[in-house]
Protein backbone atom coordinates (compact mmCIF):
# COMPACT_ATOMS: atom_id res chain seq x y z
CA UNK A 1 0.00 0.00 0.00
CA UNK A 2 1.34 3.17 -0.73
CA UNK A 3 1.97 6.21 1.40
CA UNK A 4 -1.40 7.86 -0.10
CA UNK A 5 -3.24 4.71 0.46
CA UNK A 6 -2.00 4.92 3.70
CA UNK A 7 -2.99 8.34 4.90
CA UNK A 8 -6.47 8.27 3.01
CA UNK A 9 -7.58 4.85 5.12
CA UNK A 10 -6.23 6.67 7.98
CA UNK A 11 -8.79 9.11 7.60
CA UNK A 12 -11.33 6.84 7.12
CA UNK A 13 -10.71 4.73 10.34
CA UNK A 14 -10.58 8.31 12.06
CA UNK A 15 -13.88 8.72 10.34
CA UNK A 16 -12.80 11.39 7.91
CA UNK A 17 -11.94 14.20 10.30
CA UNK A 18 -8.09 14.03 11.88
CA UNK A 19 -6.85 16.40 14.03
CA UNK A 20 -3.39 17.03 13.63
CA UNK A 21 -2.29 14.96 16.50
CA UNK A 22 -3.69 11.97 15.90
CA UNK A 23 -2.09 12.32 12.08
CA UNK A 24 1.37 12.91 13.42
CA UNK A 25 0.87 10.19 15.63
CA UNK A 26 -0.27 7.86 12.61
CA UNK A 27 2.37 8.77 11.00
CA UNK A 28 5.41 8.22 13.45
CA UNK A 29 3.42 4.93 14.30
CA UNK A 30 3.83 3.55 10.69
CA UNK A 31 7.42 2.44 9.45
CA UNK A 32 6.87 3.41 5.94
CA UNK A 33 5.18 6.86 6.47
CA UNK A 34 7.71 7.91 9.05
CA UNK A 35 10.45 7.46 6.16
CA UNK A 36 9.27 9.48 3.89
CA UNK A 37 10.14 13.14 3.89
CA UNK A 38 7.85 15.61 5.57
CA UNK A 39 7.60 17.54 2.48
CA UNK A 40 5.96 14.54 0.49
CA UNK A 41 3.55 14.07 3.63
CA UNK A 42 2.59 17.11 3.43
CA UNK A 43 1.83 17.20 -0.69
CA UNK A 44 -0.23 14.12 0.35
CA UNK A 45 -2.45 15.52 2.75
CA UNK A 46 -3.16 18.81 0.76
CA UNK A 47 -4.03 16.32 -2.02
CA UNK A 48 -6.65 14.51 -0.23
CA UNK A 49 -7.54 16.83 2.91
CA UNK A 50 -8.72 20.27 3.73
CA UNK A 51 -8.86 22.05 6.84
CA UNK A 52 -12.33 22.82 8.95
CA UNK A 53 -12.42 24.27 12.33
CA UNK A 54 -14.88 22.90 14.69
CA UNK A 55 -16.98 23.79 17.48
CA UNK A 56 -14.30 23.76 20.12
CA UNK A 57 -12.36 25.64 17.59
CA UNK A 58 -9.77 23.11 17.03
CA UNK A 59 -8.41 22.73 13.41
CA UNK A 60 -9.05 19.40 11.68
CA UNK A 61 -7.74 17.57 8.74
CA UNK A 62 -11.05 16.39 6.70
CA UNK A 63 -11.01 14.12 3.73
CA UNK A 64 -11.40 16.64 0.27
CA UNK A 65 -14.78 13.76 -0.86
CA UNK A 66 -16.44 13.97 2.58
CA UNK A 67 -16.27 18.59 2.46
CA UNK A 68 -17.82 17.54 -1.18
CA UNK A 69 -20.38 15.41 -0.45
CA UNK A 70 -21.39 17.30 2.44
CA UNK A 71 -21.65 20.66 0.93
CA UNK A 72 -23.49 19.14 -2.60
CA UNK A 73 -25.91 17.99 0.31
CA UNK A 74 -26.29 21.52 1.49
CA UNK A 75 -26.76 22.87 -1.73
CA UNK A 76 -29.51 20.67 -2.64
CA UNK A 77 -31.39 20.92 0.13
CA UNK A 78 -31.21 24.66 0.19
CA UNK A 79 -32.27 24.98 -3.34
CA UNK A 80 -34.68 22.40 -2.95
CA UNK A 81 -36.73 24.33 0.23
CA UNK A 82 -35.26 28.22 -1.40
CA UNK A 83 -37.04 27.00 -4.10
CA UNK A 84 -40.10 25.54 -2.64
CA UNK A 85 -40.76 28.76 -0.82
CA UNK A 86 -40.25 30.75 -3.90
CA UNK A 87 -42.90 29.00 -6.17
CA UNK A 88 -44.59 28.99 -3.04
CA UNK A 89 -44.38 32.97 -2.95
CA UNK A 90 -45.41 33.00 -6.29
CA UNK A 91 -48.38 31.19 -5.95
CA UNK A 92 -49.30 33.51 -2.97
CA UNK A 93 -48.55 36.72 -5.16
CA UNK A 94 -50.72 35.30 -7.87
CA UNK A 95 -53.50 34.16 -5.72
CA UNK A 96 -53.62 37.85 -4.12
CA UNK A 97 -52.51 39.48 -7.62
CA UNK A 98 -53.53 43.09 -7.96
CA UNK A 99 -56.26 42.09 -10.54
CA UNK A 100 -58.36 44.80 -9.77
CA UNK A 101 -55.50 47.45 -10.33
CA UNK A 102 -54.19 45.95 -13.53
CA UNK A 103 -57.73 46.07 -14.77
CA UNK A 104 -58.24 49.57 -13.69
CA UNK A 105 -55.23 50.37 -15.30
CA UNK A 106 -56.00 48.86 -18.44
CA UNK A 107 -59.65 50.40 -18.44
CA UNK A 108 -57.97 53.88 -17.56
CA UNK A 109 -54.96 53.17 -20.78
CA UNK A 110 -58.16 52.51 -22.98
CA UNK A 111 -60.45 55.38 -22.12
CA UNK A 112 -57.82 57.46 -22.14
CA UNK A 113 -56.52 56.69 -25.94
CA UNK A 114 -60.51 57.39 -26.70
CA UNK A 115 -61.24 53.31 -26.70
CA UNK A 116 -64.14 51.68 -25.27
CA UNK A 117 -62.96 48.37 -24.67
CA UNK A 118 -64.32 46.60 -21.52
CA UNK A 119 -62.94 43.68 -19.55
Do not use: W
Amino acid sequence: MDSRSKLVQAFKDYGGSVSSEQLLKFIKEDSELSQEPRSCIKKIVASIAVIEYDSDQKRYLVLKDLVRDKENLVCNSTQTSTSQVVGRQRCEVSSESSRPQERALIQHTANCRGSNTEL
